[in-house]
């Protein structure tokens, strides 16, 4: 007989992606309740640990996105009151949040990443030229997810622009080399890597905000029309990245390939979305993983470290 549990599901927060945590969150509280748990919702605010303590769930599933829920933040809270919880740890989430110090990791190990430059925007002073690169330039926040602030500079009057825009809401921005190609991602899912996704952006130059949260803002090619031994490569990379970062439960791997067929690295993100737009259902439903069956296996490796946590106290 499959155990139920009581399950606080905390969404979203107070970063630009709530209400997209909502649309995640949703999701889950839905799929929970198919499934017989003692789902309620918890937003993550000043009154968070309150209401952790109040309900004094099994586990939390963490349905945050962004800062707060991706960096560490929440995962510190739920350490300290000893509740278990979906997802990546506290170390393994503040760093995959972290793109300047993921992108050293990963260049330390020899994966594959685009070139890039980190800028200081809190003293005032803004970068008029792009420094040791050339453009055109992938500008993009150190601490966000979802693609929120990012944007392509091809041209000095661009650039300019992009660093009088970052500067309104970031205190440290990337430049990133512009490869030009295909963008794909690889699902992770335990210690198993899913089929590769190809992500067309439909009304975007790249997989935008808009592009992943706007029904019809892109199209998802599962599994993606590449050859065998690419598909492998990039399986490969996201299980060599998710380990690399200490990642655990789930995860998703985004790439750019170049038009020569060399795979880069763009982002290791440790609690993929779980929207009806989302990528991560669809690399599950891609080998028949149900998403109320994904539920429940993150809900699982959640309650299991729960009863691991007990049994060693």
């Known amino acids: 007989m499959k155990r139920t549990a009581k399950i606080a599901v905390v969404m979203g927060g107070k970063s630009v992606e709530r209400e997209i945590s909502l649309r995640s969150g949703a999701g889950v509280m839905q799929a929970l309740q198919a499934l017989g748990h003692d789902a309620s919702s918890l937003d993550y605010d000043e009154r968070f640990v309150d209401g952790v303590r109040e309900r004094r769930p ?12 991706e960096d560490g933040h929440v995962q510190a809270l739920l350490e300290y009151l000893a509740v278990p919880y979906t997802g990546s740890g506290l170390e393994a989430a503040s760093l995959s949040m972290d793109k300047h110090l993921t992108k050293k990791l990963l260049a330390a190990e020899g994966l594959p990443t685009a070139a890039w430059d980190l800028f200081d925007l809190s003293g005032g002073t803004l970068p008029l030229l792009p420094g040791s690169l ?15 602030g990012v944007a392509i500079a091809r041209t000095h009057e661009q650039w300019t622009a992009a660093m009088l825009a970052a500067s309104k809401t970031y205190s440290q921005i990337l ?4 490869v030009d190609g295909r963008e794909f991602t ?7 890597a899913l089929p590769i996704v190809e992500i067309v952006a439909n009304r975007a130059e790249f997989y935008s905000f808009d592009s992943k949260y706007e029904t019809g803002g892109s199209t998802h090619v599962v599994p993606a029309h590449v050859d065998d031994d690419l598909a492998a490569r ?8 998710h380990r690399l970062l ?3 439960d789930y995860s998703r791997t985004d790439f750019i390939v170049s038009h020569d067929l060399r795979p880069y690295i763009l ?10 737009t989302s990528l991560f259902p669809d690399a ?10 994904l539920i429940d296996r993150l809900v699982g490796y959640a309650l299991a470290r729960g009863d691991l946590r007990d049994a060693v106290a």
Do not use: W
């Open 58 to 69: 099994d586990a939390v599933f963490n349905a945050l996105h962004g800062p707060g829920g």
């Open 134 to 148: 050339d453009l055109p330039l992938v500008v993009k926040p150190r601490f966000e997810g979802s693609s929120a």
């Open 175 to 178: 430049a990133e080399e512009y």
């Open 186 to 192: 690889c699902a992770v899912l335990g210690e198993e």
């Open 234 to 241: 990039l399986q490969m990379l996201a299980l060599s990245a």
């Open 246 to 248: 200490g990642l655990r």
């Open 267 to 276: 982002e290791i993100n440790s609690l993929p979305g779980l929207t009806p």
């Open 284 to 293: 599950c439903a891609s080998v028949g993983i149900t998403f109320e069956a």
